[in-house]
């Protein structure tokens, strides 16, 4: 069965500060991996997908995130966070055949200090 | 616009009673989920439905009811057998390439 890890439950940067999330999965083949952004109260909305090819994926809002297989691991990461990125950060993995059912970790909030 | 809407935002229940919390999409996206999200929880599968008049419980069904009569339409029905309903509700339709799953807006419903 396939599962996701996020150990951070919560991360404080300061504004301007680069940042790293971190996420492992747990899959037998080459999964679909994604970065989901929540706000509060909101919807999720999708940052980045992996699915093959390039292993570095640029996403949406200036995030980008690196397969590493050997790792079982699909970082994201920012250079610079802007106080608006304060949010909610959902991983998840899905796989073809039968079901689709993604999978997605507990989660890891992100609070941008000034 | 292309999206998935759901209704109502803010939704308050006694307790004992049934409430529908409804989810439209004009994605014409075949499948469809309902996940619960609960702080420090992360997003937990209630039902999901892959075509129209099929539905699969997740991992959290109990208390909870679907249909599936339309592509469009994926309500849910938070029954009073469901102990504990106090929570944000999500719907999502998948994408028709690569797992992408497109989201609502979220419901929150308060039992009093």
């Known amino acids: 069965a396939q599962s996701v890890t996020q150990p951070d439950i919560h991360i404080t940067v300061s504004e301007g500060a680069s940042l790293e999330l971190r996420c492992n999965y747990s899959y037998g083949a080459t999964p679909y991996l994604f970065w989901y952004v929540q706000s509060p109260g909101q919807g999720l909305q999708l940052l980045l997908k992996y699915f093959s090819g390039d292993t570095l994926v640029q996403g949406i809002k200036g995030f980008e995130a690196e397969f590493k297989r050997s790792q079982s691991s699909f970082n994201l990461r920012k250079p610079s966070v802007h106080w608006s990125d304060a949010a909610e950060y959902f991983c998840a993995v899905g796989a073809e055949g039968g079901s689709y059912i993604p999978t997605f970790g507990r989660g890891t909030s992100l609070i941008v200090h000034p | 616009d292309g999206g998935i809407t759901q209704s109502p935002k803010y939704l308050f229940r006694k307790e004992g009673q049934n409430v529908t919390l409804s989810c439209e999409q004009n994605?014409?996206?075949?499948?469809m989920y309902w996940y619960r999200q609960d702080p420090g929880q992360g997003l937990r599968l209630i039902y999901y439905s892959q075509i129209v008049n099929d539905f699969q419980k997740g991992d959290i069904a109990e208390g909870y009811s679907v249909s599936r009569e339309k592509k469009e339409s994926f309500p849910l029905t938070v029954t009073s057998a469901q102990k504990n309903p106090t929570a944000f509700y999500l719907c999502?339709?998948?994408?028709?390439?690569?797992?992408?799953?497109?989201f609502g807006e979220g419901s929150r419903l308060t039992v009093l």
């Open positions: 999502a339709s998948l994408g028709t390439f690569f797992g992408e799953l497109f």
């Open positions: 994605l014409n996206h075949d499948a």
